[in-house]
């Protein structure tokens, strides 16, 4: 493609230097995007910074916090610019009941940008309600899955 022909892309910056050089100026508005790292490395205050550039830039739109570890800091939140009035959020019981909620955010048009935290906190209802001596092949990769195929 020539380069004159490409769209414009409307980028969201995470407040991290390094990492939006690495993304060429941050997330792109309107595609996925996953941040994974070791734990405590920092993912929640880069995707809370992201957050609060991207209310910036859209000022109508909310946004949806799926908090499946329920460690959201709503202080540590406000201090990084992050309007509490427009973040939805959401402690799903179960992945199914995680997926559901984003797949019926994305269908609403004030929601515009949807944040997971984590993927590995998703309990899917079959893990859940089994014991331990059962076994289990990729639960959690299947509800990826369908989390993916949903949208």
């Known amino acids: 493609m020539q380069a004159s022909r490409m769209p414009n892309l409307c980028l969201i910056p995470t407040g991290n230097f390094m990492l939006d050089m690495a993304t060429l100026g941050g997330f792109v508005d309107g595609a996925g995007a996953m941040v994974y790292g070791l734990e405590s490395c920092g993912k929640t205050t880069v995707l809370l910074k992201a957050v609060a550039e991207f209310m910036k830039k859209h000022p109508t739109k909310h946004v949806l916090w799926v908090d499946a570890e329920s460690m959201l800091d709503r202080e540590w939140a406000r201090k ?67 989390m993916i195929t949903n949208t």
Not at 121 to 128: C, G, K, R, Y
């Open 80 to 146: 990084l610019g992050v309007d509490l009035s427009r973040l939805q959020h959401h402690r799903p019981v179960t992945g199914e009941e995680a997926v559901d909620v984003i797949d019926a955010a994305q269908k609403t048009l004030d929601i515009g940008l949807v944040v997971l935290d984590s993927i590995p906190s998703l309990v899917p209802m079959q893990t859940a309600e089994i014991s331990a001596e059962d076994a289990m092949v990729a639960p959690i990769p299947r509800l990826c899955g369908r």
